[in-house]
């Protein structure tokens, strides 16, 4: 079966020169076929000459498997960076992840079908800044009840933000802009009137994104330039 999905996922792949994702249900039984239809896609024809030619001119990988995983993230090039949305079933199993600088934008009620209770869930949440240290950031949304009170004593440099300005926040709304102070002192001033994403949570998603380019050092000019052009993805409103 495996290599018979193989060969029909490269023929749809050439087909229609397109990306193929696998997931749902037929992902939950991936150690039954996937082996054998990886190494289908990943074999070669004989030309009537002798040569080798892949089955595919795309890449293909495995991202249940480690190595096909990293260097599907790396890409052919190693980043500087990799924006990675992780979700609280991968917090529950970390061991050494441990971001750069990692973003909590809210806890709210959800996934309660996996988890004790809501506590639980919100415990899984904050596992993303569990083995940062000095060095290292966290930037989290001061509006939420739960985050508003976080304390940390792992030497991560804490970031607040929230729609007003109050003591201890690092970016905030005044005069219909938006401020940020990184070090103590006004770092950056920065208009939404360009802004297309509707919704006082995505003003706060705004704030976080821009506590995190800052303190990448992204210069100031280029994530107005972002504000101001980013139109959001098709069919979403996030």
């Known amino acids: 079966f495996g290599e018979s999905l193989g060969d029909a996922m490269a023929s749809l792949i050439s087909l229609f020169d397109a990306n193929l994702v696998i997931g749902g249900?037929?992902?939950?039984?991936?150690?039954?076929?996937?082996?054998?239809?990886?190494?289908?896609?990943?074999?070669?024809?004989?030309?009537?000459?002798?040569?080798?030619?892949?089955?595919?001119?795309?890449?293909?990988?495995?991202?249940?498997?480690?190595?096909?995983?990293?260097?599907?993230?790396?890409?052919?090039?190693?980043?500087?960076?990799?924006?990675?949305?992780?979700?609280?079933?991968?917090?529950?199993?970390i061991e050494t992840f441990s971001p750069f600088v990692s973003i909590i934008?809210?806890?709210?009620?959800?996934?309660?079908?996996?988890?004790?209770?809501?506590?639980?869930?919100?415990?899984?949440?904050?596992?993303i800044f569990e083995n940062q240290g000095s060095g290292q950031h966290l930037i989290i949304n001061d509006e939420d009840k739960i985050l508003s009170s976080l304390t940390l004593e792992s030497g991560v440099s804490v970031f607040r933000y929230g729609k007003y300005k109050l003591e201890g926040r690092n970016a905030f709304i005044e005069n219909d802009r938006i401020m940020t102070f990184i070090d103590g002192k006004k770092n950056g001033s920065f208009s939404f009137r360009s802004f297309s994403l509707p919704g006082s949570h995505n003003l706060e998603n705004l704030m976080a994104g821009i506590l995190a380019g800052q303190l990448?050092?992204?210069?100031?000019?280029?994530?107005?330039?972002?504000?101001?052009?980013?139109?959001?993805?098709?069919?979403?409103?996030?």
Request: net charge negative.
């Open 25 to 93: 249900g037929l992902a939950g039984a991936w150690d039954l076929f996937m082996p054998s239809a990886m190494k289908a896609m990943k074999s070669q024809f004989i030309t009537p000459e002798g040569q080798e030619i892949p089955r595919l001119t795309h890449q293909v990988y495995n991202l249940e498997d480690d190595k096909d995983f990293s260097t599907f993230a790396a890409g052919e090039k190693r980043a500087d960076y990799l924006v990675v949305e992780v979700s609280s079933f991968q917090l529950d199993t």
């Open 105 to 127: 934008l809210n806890i709210s009620p959800d996934h309660l079908d996996r988890y004790r209770d809501y506590e639980a869930y919100a415990q899984s949440k904050l596992r």
């Open 216 to 238: 990448l050092d992204i210069d100031v000019s280029n994530i107005q330039k972002t504000i101001d052009e980013f139109k959001g993805l098709p069919n979403r409103q996030e």
